[in-house]
């Protein structure tokens, strides 16, 4: 298979978080993704929660005009969600589970026994030209069971790899490779996320078949210490080694 370079999606959330921990308008998401985009990131992802607990409605206004790379918005499939994606149509949207009570995204939609809402919102979502993938466990059945929804990519998560014991993470990496195989197979974009960061990320950007990497609470807790640009740069140099 020819390997094509992999994009670097960075997720700015959490300088929303920071942010809002405030109040103001300070630091601003807008302005953390002007310095990804400067710095090399192929994309900006956004997570627009139902409960709004870091990007606000107003910041995706903004990243829907003003982000020149490929703006991917995570959400739920919810009507309310359905409805801003489709009068936005930023380029990618990855539908997410999401609950009220969890810190971060704790794995994979149900995509097996799908609420019959999904189907729908997919198609009303894709029907605008946004591509819609599908944040699922890395399963060769769960890449099929997206498909079989109208899903044109599939978001493979790697938090189990990347957070769990060493010990089992070639184990892991053998459940990625293959869901990655099934969405090539199955003409599916596959792109992965969850936890990477420099230590872990260069298996994942091996694999030939995933096409994106989305990045962000390791790469703005890295800008802590070295600055965003610089957190960014030295990402995409890991994935470019990898690759």
């Not at 005009?65 to 801003?84: D, G, Q």
């Not at 029907?127 to 890395?138: K, N, Q």
């Not at 872990?200 to 609470?217: D, K, Q, W």
Request: net charge negative; glycine share 8%.
């Amino acid at each position: 298979m020819h390997t094509k370079p992999m994009r670097l999606s960075v997720n700015v959330d959490h300088v929303a978080t920071l942010r809002n921990a405030r109040g103001g308008s300070f630091p601003c998401p807008i302005e953390a993704a002007r310095i990804c985009m400067a710095a090399g990131a192929d994309g900006i992802t956004i997570h627009l929660r139902e409960d709004r607990r870091h990007i606000r409605d107003h910041d995706v206004e903004r990243m829907a005009t003003e982000v020149t790379t490929r703006l991917n918005l995570e959400m739920a499939a919810t009507e309310e969600m359905v409805a801003i994606c489709t009068r936005l149509a930023p380029p990618a949207c990855c539908i997410v589970p999401e609950k009220r009570a969890e810190l971060t995204t704790e794995g994979g939609l149900n995509v097996a026994t799908p609420d019959p809402f999904l189907r729908g919102a997919i198609a009303r979502i894709a029907a605008r030209g946004t591509e819609v993938s599908l944040f699922i466990e890395p399963d060769p059945a769960a890449v099929e069971a997206a498909r079989a929804l109208g899903a044109q990519a599939v978001e493979l998560h790697t938090g189990t790899y990347a957070e769990g014991p060493v010990a089992e993470r070639a184990a892991q990496l053998a459940r990625i490779a293959a869901a990655a195989r099934a969405a090539h197979a199955l003409g599916l974009a596959c792109h992965a996320g969850h936890g990477l960061s420099y230590e872990t990320v260069g298996p994942v950007a091996a694999r030939p078949e995933i096409e994106e990497v989305s990045i962000g609470h390791f790469l703005i807790s890295s800008a802590v210490f070295e600055g965003l640009e610089g957190a960014v740069r030295r990402m995409i140099g890991a994935i470019r080694a990898a690759r």
